[in-house]
């Protein structure tokens, strides 16, 4: 939990902790990455507005060394900063004032994802699936473009692996959240739009021409051929 109102920051704390939550607190941008570092945390809830650096950038560096799942805290409600959080690599937002249920709910959701821990192997191996140049091996949860390994986040692997599941279908915003945010997500249907360009990117997609990912106008997204 990272944030500069530490009283805010140590109820958060103790709220997690009375749901079963190990946590850890830091109050300064650089104390956060340091804290990244050492404990290679599952979540990371992250002000925006922090001395010493900015939650951008601590997102971005987080983002260097983790696959954590970053949910982003502001108290700025314009739509600016929320698609910068999330351009970065963060997997949610939440405006202050903070619902501590919501809050609990949010990092249960993305806990929910299924991620396959280093070292073990998947009860079912599923085949990859090949799009042209790209491959998605979702067992293995790793992607390749042209042979070279893509670095995702999380939500990103997740939205990209939701369509290749079902490559005839065109997925709405909507469908996208239920399947990788979870049903029970509430916010904005458009950050599905911030984690699609983001992953275009990294595919080397271009939007105006789309292999991978294709745009269904009025409805969503769907897989291209490559």
């Not at 704390?13 to 607190?25: I, K, M, V």
């Not at 739509?79 to 202050?96: H, P, Q, W």
């Not at 915003?173 to 984690?195: M, N, T």
Request: include cysteine; aromatic fraction near 6%.
């Amino acid at each position: 939990m990272v944030d500069d109102e530490k009283p805010l920051a140590g109820m958060i704390a103790a709220y997690l902790s009375r749901e079963g939550y190990q946590t850890r607190l830091a109050h300064t941008g650089p104390d956060a990455v340091a804290a990244a570092q050492e404990d290679a945390p599952d979540v990371v809830v992250l002000d925006l507005g922090l001395p010493g650096m900015d939650g951008v950038e601590v997102c971005r560096r987080i983002r260097t060394f983790s696959d954590c799942y970053i949910i982003m805290v502001t108290a700025r409600t314009d739509e600016v900063d929320k698609l910068i959080g999330l351009s970065v690599g963060a997997d949610d937002y939440l405006t202050k004032p903070l619902s501590m249920r919501e809050l609990v709910a949010r990092v249960q959701t993305v806990l929910r994802r299924p991620r396959t821990p280093t070292g073990t192997t998947p009860r079912v191996e599923e085949p990859a699936r090949v799009f042209g140049d790209l491959r998605v091996d979702v067992a293995g949860r790793e992607v390749h473009v042209g042979g070279v390994l893509i670095d995702l986040t999380p939500t990103e692997f997740d939205i990209l692996a939701t369509l290749a599941s079902r490559p005839k279908l065109a997925f709405s915003r909507r469908q996208i959240l239920d399947e990788v945010w979870g049903e029970s997500w509430v916010g904005d249907d458009h950050v599905v739009d911030v984690h699609v360009a983001h992953l275009r990117h990294k595919l080397g997609d271009d939007s105006t021409a789309p292999r991978y990912v294709r745009t269904v106008r009025g409805v969503g997204y769907r897989m291209g051929l490559g």
